[in-house]
């Protein structure tokens, strides 16, 4: 009786042991097929380039593809509620940053939790947008552009990517502290607002840095300012709003996310990735031209990015009123 016993207690640690060795032997094998990274943006903008970048680094260092799938609306929140309800096992990823953190506060009735569903994966990057005009704008400067604004009260046109988006929110806190009004135009993504402001049919876009770069460096944009605290790299000659609106800063944060309850081993598995690619000359010189400080990090430090993100447009949301479409 006593061996049997002791057969039995033997049997059923190993049985209670399964699951560990189960989950340990699937992420050793990970990943065995391809990966979709869901966008929230459409096809050209900053999260959808970025995403693109990171993904065929790690379809090369992880030998299956690390697929970008467009899933635009609702300032991202699609992309995001298709990811949370995703199995937890590594093969759904998001990209994510400051739209997660606007909608936390921007709606009232998600299906699902940001904080609580997502799991913070790693930090790709941090870049200030750029307030950039059509060349017909007669404002050369953002004074020059603060004077006109109030001289035409809700008759200038702002263009952003969609209501809640970064170059929305980051246009919310320029008329906030500038004391200006203007006309919002929401479009649905960067590229299609950044195509109607170069065709003149809008005059102003606070954009996300990786699709205006171009536009502004072959002068078929106007550059009045970026929106970082300090002047940027990239455009070294573009001054930066806070030098006449003392304080000001808003940026784009970029990440990966996973579903929560996606095996740590995973996570740790694609942050380390992600951390080689952004120490990796070239991809680093990629990012910076797109405007973009690297931002390399554990887990724990992209969640405290999201936190201190999340805080901060909470303020604008509530001051400005702003409600989804």
């Not at 002791?6 to 640690?13: G, I, K, T, Y």
């Not at 046109?157 to 209501?163: L, P, Q």
């Not at 929560?260 to 081993?265: K, V, Y």
């Not at 991809?283 to 999201?306: E, K, W, Y």
Request: glycine letters at 8%; hydrophobic letters at 45%; a positive charge.
């Amino acid at each position: 009786m006593k061996l049997r016993r002791r057969q039995f207690l033997h049997l059923a640690a190993c049985a209670a042991a399964l699951p560990s060795f189960s989950r340990i032997a699937l992420t050793l094998d990970y990943p065995t097929r391809p990966v979709r990274i869901v966008v929230g943006f459409a096809a050209g903008s900053a999260f959808d380039i970025l995403g693109r970048l990171i993904g065929q680094w790690l379809s090369e260092k992880l030998g299956q593809p690390f697929v970008v799938e467009n899933r635009p609306g609702a300032a991202g929140s699609i992309s995001t509620e298709t990811v949370a309800r995703a199995r937890p096992d590594g093969y759904t990823l998001l990209v994510t940053g400051s739209n997660d953190a606007i909608n936390a506060t921007l709606y009232d009735h998600l299906s699902f939790k940001f904080i609580r569903d997502i799991a913070p994966v790693a930090a790709i990057g941090r870049a200030p947008n750029v307030m950039v005009v059509h060349p017909s704008m007669p404002a050369k400067t953002v004074p020059d552009f603060i004077a006109y604004a109030k001289a035409n009260p809700a008759k200038i046109t702002m263009a952003s990517a969609g209501v809640g988006s970064s170059s929305h929110m980051t246009g919310e806190l320029f008329q906030m502290m500038a004391g200006v009004s203007m006309v919002h135009v929401p479009y649905h993504g960067q590229a299609p607002a950044l195509t109607d402001l170069l065709g003149g049919q809008v005059q102003v876009d606070f954009s996300t840095m990786p699709p205006a770069i171009e536009y502004v460096k072959n002068g078929k944009l106007r550059a009045l300012a970026v929106t970082s605290l300090v002047r940027f790299g990239a455009l070294p000659d573009v001054p930066a709003v806070t030098e006449y609106l003392p304080g000001y800063e808003a940026s784009l944060l970029t990440g990966l996310g996973a579903p929560s309850n996606t095996p740590a081993e995973i996570i740790e598995m694609i942050n380390k990735q992600t951390n080689s690619a952004l120490a990796d000359p070239r991809i680093r010189a990629q990012l910076t031209a797109l405007g973009n400080t690297v931002l390399p990090g554990s887990p724990a430090d992209f969640s405290r990015m999201i936190v201190e993100e999340t805080d901060k447009w909470a303020k604008v949301v509530r001051f400005a009123n702003i409600r989804p479409e």
